[in-house]
């Protein structure tokens, strides 16, 4: 039939989608006839040691993966009409292995995956439509959804009542089983039609696979601006079900195929989209998806040996916002957080992160939200997420019900596991959810998200670095002079204690006033605003905007005449750095660090050896081991950002200075203090407050009056307000009671 002789476009469509010829028609049956010839002469020259192991049932599930250059090696013309005409010839081909196998005295179910497709049949999810129906195709993808394991019946077989010839069925539409019209003489039957006779399903003869739908959703990195990300729905069947995690970064290859719409019972001339997986590639080597050539290769390496890479590096991270005081040590420690340290698997099979976290608290106005969102922009699989806008699933997992109309739950994945070896940038981290933040504490220290809900029991990776921000409750921050203690400002957030312990810095940023800086501030902040481009001069010149992108400089000047690196270079110099820079301390860098965690504790252990009061007073922590691992992951980042594989004693000094730094800004003298929220002063004037409330009560028969606890706590310099909140404690758990009035005694 040709497209001439029809009415209208519609027709051909359907005449397409329901099997009608097609101009191509005869070349695919030529394929299709011949396939099974080819298919058994590849397999066994090619594939024969692979054929042997199928046999030998070394493996549950019965498949041959087959790359696609072997083939094309083999056989160019083959390995094109595979492209063309997928699903004919890879059926030929399972039924032809299967036929090998039974040959050589093993009836074996076996499958053929074809993988490794070439890069022209890599298409965006979003530009697959009618031209690419019943063709195989691959795209870049991410898990964000998987549903239950189902069985569906592959090949059904029907017995005639009338006569109880069995009658075997083909079903290859999964919303739909196909069933007999008549009883075929042919083949034995007693010719019988419906409603003469009934054809009953057999199902122990049937064969049945395992189903499972999986829903895949566009890389962000390839999603226009402003638009939303394309979705589809993927069946996978047999071997490759359970294979995949939400999260997760794919290719797959795939059959698009369609389906009728039904609106109301009826069919539609609206088609959905659907795919059929035939095989998957997991990512092995991680941020494929920026391009680096040989000549990015090449300036890469030239500028990481330059003297002042990391002060270029510190000013390329958000130019607009002016480096005074404590932002210039804020973006340093960006910068490492960027390249990150090294992950590794221990002797043990435990897993040790290589991943910084970084919080910045800090009073509105300070940059914060410009800082994280152009960290998640530069960053290669940068993700931005406000605290107090996630829902469904949140900064985690869930999940959630009827994801694919069968009414059971689907795992869906968070910001987190879909941040996974990248970077998620949460703003208001102070807004989070309170099942975010319960999970929020194995996703940042051990990297995985678990999920134990609605019958689904599963766990995520989320292997990301994370950039927080948190505002206070009440507008600014309380101002308790510049070293006031950062867990003083991090419970004025409303953020739980222990989850500071998850970050390797934290930073406080104030809004003070400061002659000699705030007119530099002004003036830079005027002179950003006012030299940049109109949006609608950009929007409406498409040569104006073209002549902007197609710069390629690598390094360029502000008006102050200070270098920073372009961000497109820099994303590809991040990329390059963490997939091919893998460094090593070496004794040195060990030595260091070491030097540093003896001396800071030891010298607080001799301090308390010359207190008076040692008894009465709890013992300083200043620095714990959690602490040596953010100072390995500190080194590493800096190596990696000079491309040394090996990092040395002068990386272990950078880092140790950054580490001191924030600190020395936050207050920290008692590293407890970020584990529990309690200060090492709080603690010792718990116990010492007891301690006079016992002495009293053993001194004035047993009963303790206010007046004379505040006149014991005065001297020894403890707040009448310390003293209340302690017997208000007390009073509470049950520990004292109060005879009468502003009297006190143990129970």
């Known amino acids: 039939m040709e497209a001439k002789g029809l009415d209208c476009p519609t027709t051909l469509f359907i005449g397409r989608v329901y099997g009608a010829a ?3 028609s005869g070349k695919m049956t030529m394929a299709a006839h011949d396939a099974s010839s080819r298919w058994r002469t590849f397999l066994e020259e090619a594939k024969e040691s692979e054929v042997l192991t199928l046999l030998s049932r070394q493996s549950n599930f019965p498949f041959l993966s087959v790359p696609f250059h072997e083939l094309q090696m083999f056989d160019p013309d083959f390995a094109e009409d595979i492209l063309e005409y997928p699903k004919s010839i890879l059926s030929a081909g399972s039924k032809t292995l299967m036929e090998i196998c039974r040959e050589r005295g093993e009836e074996i179910d076996a499958l053929l995956r074809v993988g490794e497709l070439p890069s022209d049949t890599r298409k965006p999810l979003r530009e697959i439509g009618s031209s690419d129906i019943d063709k195989l195709r691959s795209v870049d993808v991410i898990i964000t959804k998987i549903s239950e394991i189902k069985p569906r019946i592959h090949r059904a077989v029907f017995k005639c009542e009338s006569c109880g010839h069995d009658i075997e069925i083909d079903q290859e539409n999964e919303r739909e089983l196909k069933e007999p019209l008549n009883c075929p003489q042919a083949l034995g039957g007693c010719g019988s039609s419906r409603p003469a006779t009934r054809f009953d399903l057999v199902l122990i003869s049937s064969r049945m696979v395992n189903n499972q739908w999986i829903e895949i959703q566009e890389q962000p990195e390839n999603v226009p601006s402003g638009a939303q990300p394309s979705r589809g729905m993927v069946l996978i069947e047999g071997d490759q079900v359970n294979k995949h995690l939400p999260g997760e970064r794919v290719t797959a290859n795939v059959i698009p195929i369609v389906r009728t719409h039904v609106k109301n019972r009826k069919k539609t001339p609206m088609f959905d989209v659907i795919f059929h997986l035939i095989s998957s590639e997991h990512e092995s080597t991680p941020f494929t998806e920026i391009t680096i050539d040989e000549e990015d290769s090449a300036r890469i390496i030239e500028i990481s040996k330059r003297e002042d890479l990391m002060s270029l590096v510190q000013k390329s991270i958000a130019p607009s916002v002016f480096a005074t005081g404590i932002l210039g040590h804020v973006k340093r420690s960006l910068a490492l957080q960027l390249f990150g340290g ?14 910084i976290h970084i919080l910045l608290m800090g009073d509105p106005g300070v940059a914060k939200s410009h800082l ?15 605290g107090g806008g996630v829902s469904g699933a949140g900064l985690t997992a869930a999940a959630v019900r009827d994801a694919f109309g ?14 996974d070896r990248g970077l998620a940038a949460i703003d208001e981290f102070d807004k989070i959810s309170d099942d975010d933040r ?3 504490h194995p996703a940042m220290e051990q990297q995985q998200v678990h999920v134990a809900k609605g019958g689904i029991t599963a766990t995520l990776h989320s292997r990301c670095s994370i950039l927080a921000a948190a505002n206070p409750k009440d507008g600014r921050f309380s101002k308790r002079g510049p070293n006031q203690s950062v867990m003083r400002s991090f419970q004025e957030t409303g953020l ?25 501030i002004a003036r830079h902040i005027l002179d950003n605003r006012t030299s940049g481009k109109s949006e609608a001069v950009l929007e409406g010149s498409i040569e104006l905007a073209q002549s902007d992108s197609s710069e390629e400089t690598v390094i360029t000047k502000s008006k102050e005449g200070e270098e920073h690196l372009t961000q497109e270079f820099l994303r590809k ?10 460094p090593q301390l070496d004794e040195d860098a060990k030595a260091e660090i070491l030097k540093y965690y003896t001396e800071e504790r030891q010298s607080f252990g001799r301090e308390d050896q010359f207190q008076s009061d040692q008894s009465d007073r709890e013992s300083v922590i200043p620095i714990t081991a959690r602490a040596l691992e953010a100072l390995i992951r500190l080194t590493e980042a800096h190596a990696r950002m000079h491309l040394n594989e090996v990092a040395t004693s002068h990386d272990a000094r950078v880092a140790l200075a950054v580490f001191k730094h924030w600190r020395e800004e936050s207050g920290i003298e008692d590293e407890s203090e970020l584990h529990s929220g309690v200060s090492v002063r709080v603690r010792s004037n718990n116990s010492t407050i007891r301690q006079m409330i016992r002495e009293i009560c053993s001194e004035r028969g047993g009963i303790a009056e206010r007046t004379q606890i505040y006149n014991s706590a005065i001297s020894r310099g403890i707040t009448e307000s310390e003293v209340d909140n302690v017997i208000s404690r007390m009073l509470t758990s049950g520990e004292l009671f109060s005879p009468r009035m502003d009297h006190f005694s143990f129970a």
């Open 496 to 520: 739980p204690p222990p989850l500071a312990s998850r970050f390797d810095i934290i930073w406080m940023i104030r809004d003070e006033i400061r002659i000699h800086d705030d007119e530099r």
């Open 342 to 355: 090294v992950s590794r698997r221990l002797n043990d099979k435990t897993r040790s992160r290589g991943d």
């Open 438 to 440: 319960r999970m929020m």
């Open 406 to 419: 069968d009414g059971r739950f689907a795992l869906e994945a968070g910001v987190l596991p879909l941040s």
């Open 22 to 24: 097609k101009p191509s």
């Open 573 to 582: 110099y991040i990329a390059f750095a963490k997939r091919t820079i893998h």
């Open 372 to 386: 994280l969102t152009f960290i998640s922009e530069l960053s290669p699989r940068g993700r931005f997420a406000t």
